[in-house]
């Protein structure tokens, strides 16, 4: 695992571009120039892992686009020390990202094998987010309530179980859609079962899945 001062630069450059594309929140630029999403990609893609692009993993999932990393993160408003849940571990990029932000992150897979790779991968690279394999529509109930929720895969909407998990006053970002496209939500728990919904626009997700494998 090696991390040179080409891919630093290559990451700084990175951290530009996503501030140029209109991310504000420094907190989370700063993580972009931290992380080395080199180390989350296949071998065979180390030498595009600074462009703002998804790249596959195994078990059909992505690492999703830098930029929209970011905009998730952002939307999130996360403060130092707050409980973080995020459906869909997958390459555990999304999960450090939030960890160099000081969330609390608690982190739910649904593929078993990408699950056993990124909890080893976490560890090596000193990150402490909590892993679990399970079925991210179900949560983590045992752990609720959550000060904030990442939902980082396309839902066709926005799961009651997972609501109900939210602390009043918390917020969920979740793509909601089963088309090509989906809309990024932003869900406010105003009270119980009363939200406040806001749209920010059209994003392309891989599915949500139910039922472990």
Same mark, same amino acid.
Do not use: W
């Given at each position: 695992?090696i !991390?040179?001062?080409?891919? $630093?630069?290559?990451?700084?450059?990175?951290?530009?571009? #996503?501030?140029?594309?209109?991310?504000?929140?420094?907190?989370? #630029?700063?993580?972009?120039?931290?992380?080395?999403?080199?180390?989350?990609?296949?071998?065979?893609?180390?030498? %595009?892992a /600074?462009?703002?692009?998804?790249?596959? #993993?195994?078990?059909?999932?992505?690492?999703?686009?830098? /930029?929209?990393?970011?905009?998730?993160?952002?939307?999130?408003?996360?403060?130092?020390?707050?409980?973080?849940?995020?459906?869909?571990?997958?390459?555990? /990029?999304? *999960?450090?990202?939030?960890?160099?932000?000081?969330? $609390?992150?608690?982190?739910?897979?649904?593929?078993?094998? +990408? /699950?056993?790779?990124t909890? *080893? +991968?976490?560890? $090596?690279?000193?990150?402490?987010?909590?892993?679990?394999?399970? !079925?991210?529509?179900?949560?983590?109930?045992? %752990?609720?309530? %959550?000060? $904030?929720?990442?939902?980082?895969?396309?839902?066709?909407?926005?799961?009651?179980?997972?609501?109900?998990?939210?602390? #009043?006053?918390?917020?969920?970002?979740?793509?909601?859609?089963?088309?090509?496209?989906?809309?990024?939500?932003?869900?406010?728990?105003?009270?119980?079962?009363?939200?406040?919904l806001? !749209? %920010?626009g059209?994003?392309?997700?891989?599915?949500?899945?139910?039922?472990?494998?």
């Amino acid at each position: 695992m090696i !991390d040179n001062y080409r891919h $630093k630069g290559l990451r700084r450059k990175l951290a530009e571009e #996503i501030r140029q594309k209109g991310i504000r929140d420094e907190r989370v #630029i700063g993580a972009i120039e931290r992380i080395p999403r080199h180390f989350f990609l296949d071998s065979s893609f180390v030498e %595009f892992a /600074y462009q703002d692009k998804p790249f596959p #993993i195994g078990s059909g999932q992505t690492i999703s686009q830098p /930029y929209t990393v970011a905009f998730q993160t952002e939307l999130l408003e996360v403060k130092k020390g707050e409980k973080v849940l995020e459906i869909g571990t997958g390459s555990g /990029y999304q *999960a450090c990202v939030l960890l160099e932000i000081g969330a $609390k992150v608690f982190s739910i897979e649904r593929h078993h094998s +990408l /699950y056993i790779k990124t909890k *080893a +991968l976490l560890q $090596k690279m000193g990150y402490n987010a909590r892993l679990f394999y399970g !079925d991210g529509y179900k949560g983590l109930p045992a %752990f609720a309530p %959550f000060d $904030k929720i990442l939902i980082t895969a396309a839902a066709p909407e926005a799961p009651p179980e997972l609501l109900k998990q939210l602390k #009043i006053g918390g917020m969920m970002v979740v793509p909601v859609g089963s088309g090509g496209t989906q809309v990024m939500m932003r869900i406010t728990k105003v009270d119980e079962g009363k939200y406040e919904l806001n !749209d %920010f626009g059209q994003f392309r997700f891989v599915p949500m899945l139910g039922n472990k494998e």
